[in-house]
T-cell receptor
Framework: QKEVEQDPGPLSVPEGAIVSLNCTYSNSAFQYFMWYRQYSRKGPELLMYTYSSGNKEDGRFTAQVDKSSKYISLFIRDSQPSDSATYLC????????????FGKGTKLSVKP | DSGVTQTPKHLITATGQRVTLRCSPRSGDLSVYWYQQSLDQGLQFLIQYYNGEERAKGNILERFSAQQFPDLHSELNLSSLELGDSALYFCASNRGGADTQYFGPGTRLTVL
C-alpha cells in the first residue's frame, strides 16, 4: 500500500461547479499537508499549506484535513477553465527534513 | 515564475550514457531538493542538500548522484542510463526545514 493514495481521474466539470479533490494516507506521522497545482509541462506550484487537522480557506480554495480518518480534501468553488490542471496532494512527517511525499495527482478539466 | 531555474529543458540521450542536470535555487535559499516525476510512480523525492551538505535521501538509485556547490547551485548526475529513467526531473528550493518548497520548471529526460 502506498503511503499516499490519490484518484488520478481525469475529472471533468462544467465551469462554475464545485470541485472536490481528495487524498488518503496511511502513516499517522504526517503532520504537514499541502496541495500543489501543476499545469502541463510546468513545475508544481503551492496552493495550500496546512498543519495538522482543520480547515483553511484562501479565496476560492478550501483545504480540509481530517487526521482521525487520514483524509485530506481540496475544494474549489466557482471553478474556472484556468483551474484545469493536475492537482497533487503532498505530505511531510514531523522531523523529516522537508522532503515531501506526493500523491500521483488528479487531472482536472473545467469546461467552459 | 518560482525563481528556481533548471537547465536544460529537454535532454535526449541513449541507454548507457551519463547526463548532468543543473539547478539554481531562489536567491537566499540554502536547501535544494531533487524529485523525479514519471507516469507510473508520480513525483518522488530523490535527495536534499542544505548549504552544500547532503541532508536527506529518498528513492535515489545508486547510479544517480548529486552535489551542491558553494554558490548553492546543484547538479544531479545520472549514469548508466536505462529506458526507465525517462522522466521529468524537478528541482525545488527553500530556506530549509518546513518552509514552502518552490519548484523549478523541470528537465524532461528521454532515454532512447
Amino acid at each position: 500500500q502506498k503511503e499516499v493514495e490519490q484518484d488520478p481521474g481525469p475529472l471533468s466539470v462544467p465551469e462554475g461547479a464545485i470541485v472536490s479533490l481528495n487524498c488518503t494516507y496511511s502513516n499517522s506521522a504526517f503532520q504537514y499537508f499541502m496541495w500543489y497545482r501543476q499545469y502541463s509541462r510546468k513545475g508544481p506550484e503551492l496552493l495550500m499549506y496546512t498543519y495538522s487537522s482543520g480547515n483553511k480557506e484562501d479565496g476560492r480554495f478550501t483545504a480540509q484535513v481530517d487526521k482521525s480518518s487520514k483524509y485530506i480534501s481540496l475544494f474549489i468553488r466557482d471553478s474556472q477553465p484556468s483551474d484545469s490542471a493536475t492537482y497533487l496532494c503532498a505530505m511531510r512527517k514531523r522531523g523529516s527534513q522537508g522532503n515531501l511525499i506526493f500523491g500521483k495527482g488528479t487531472k482536472l478539466s473545467v469546461k467552459p | 515564475d518560482s525563481g528556481v531555474t533548471q537547465t536544460p529543458k529537454h535532454l535526449i540521450t541513449a541507454t548507457g550514457q551519463r547526463v548532468t542536470l543543473r539547478c539554481s535555487p531562489r536567491s537566499g535559499d540554502l536547501s535544494v531538493y531533487w524529485y523525479q516525476q514519471s507516469l507510473d510512480q508520480g513525483l518522488q523525492f530523490l535527495i536534499q542538500y542544505y548549504n552544500g551538505e547532503e541532508r536527506a535521501k529518498g528513492n535515489i538509485l545508486e547510479r544517480f548522484s548529486a552535489q551542491q556547490f558553494p554558490d548553492l547551485h546543484s547538479e544531479l548526475n545520472l549514469s548508466s542510463l536505462e529506458l526507465g529513467d525517462s522522466a521529468l526531473y524537478f528541482c525545488a528550493s527553500n530556506r530549509g526545514g518546513a518552509d514552502t518548497q518552490y519548484f523549478g520548471p523541470g528537465t524532461r529526460l528521454t532515454v532512447l
